[in-house]
């Protein structure tokens, strides 16, 4: 898989480039803090397919809470695999890179995030802010939470929800948290579909030459491999992506898309 760091910079490279763009009524956002907030929350959003494995950034993010629920995800995925794939579908140990890593689950961690906002207003809201914006720290700042306490980073990302749904209310409405969310994991898949393995992007629903898992991905000179040189350069890519566009979010937003006021000059 493509390293914790490289997925949540990218996710926060796409929430910028995208958050400005998309319709307000699509969850697009109307100021350049909310498009800040929408990208927190794609950045997170963009480890949420690893769930599916007990090894990963997520699992270890919330303490003995996330490890279990990335054993229970893990068996679980490894379960539609079994019950969905055809005999040209390869046997698998575990349920890492399957039902998680697909459009449907894209579209339906999307859609229930909408949904649990729309039904339960601030509660849910906070919840979805809470987890996703954790996941954003432990992402894009792997260095320093390795030194700290799970309990203190759950705290700052309690902190953060809480202070978002206060001072931006819009942000952490239904329609813009379901978009990040999508946004996030579509990210995520598209980062995995460049390594070695690929990504069964139409996984359990779609058969492909007979085989219902089928793995996509570009031509194999094309493919990187996880945490080697070409992953190192696309975490500074994407890092250099987020400058950028953090830039011209604050400076001139219309580059993006947006119409909201610019809140900074242009540099010299």
Not at 57 to 80: D, K, P, W
Not at 113 to 139: E, N, P, Y
Not at 222 to 233: E, F, P
Request: with cysteine.
């Amino acid at each position: 898989m493509v390293m914790g760091p490289t997925h949540a910079m990218s996710g926060a490279a796409a929430g910028l480039a995208l958050g400005a763009f998309l319709p307000a009524h699509w969850g697009g956002a109307e100021s350049a803090a909310e498009l800040f907030v929408f990208a927190g929350v794609t950045a997170g959003a963009a480890l949420l397919p690893d769930l599916d494995t007990p090894q990963g950034t997520l699992a270890r993010s919330f303490g003995l809470v996330s490890t279990t629920a990335a054993h229970v995800v893990e068996n679980t995925s490894q379960a539609i695999y079994n019950l969905t794939k055809t005999r040209k579908d390869d046997p698998i140990n575990n349920g890492h890179r399957t039902a998680t890593h697909t459009i449907w689950f894209a579209m339906l961690a999307g859609g229930a995030a909408s949904a649990l906002v729309g039904s339960f207003g601030k509660t849910a809201a906070v919840g979805v802010l809470f987890f996703m914006l954790g996941l954003a720290i432990r992402g894009l700042a792997p260095t320093w939470t390795k030194k700290q306490d799970w309990l203190y980073v759950t705290g700052l990302s309690l902190a953060l929800a809480l202070a978002v749904w206060a001072i931006l209310p819009a942000s952490a409405g239904s329609a813009a948290l379901g978009a990040a969310v999508a946004v996030g994991c579509l990210t995520h898949l598209l980062g995995d579909m460049i390594t070695k393995r690929g990504v069964p992007l139409l996984g359990g629903v779609v058969s492909i030459r007979g085989k219902r898992w089928w793995d996509f991905g570009p031509p194999g000179p094309l493919r990187i491999r996880a945490n080697g040189m070409a992953d190192r350069i696309l975490l500074s890519a994407c890092t250099g992506a987020v400058c950028l566009l953090s830039y011209y979010a604050l400076a001139d937003p219309t580059v993006l898309g947006g119409d909201f006021g610019a809140v900074a000059v242009a540099l010299p």
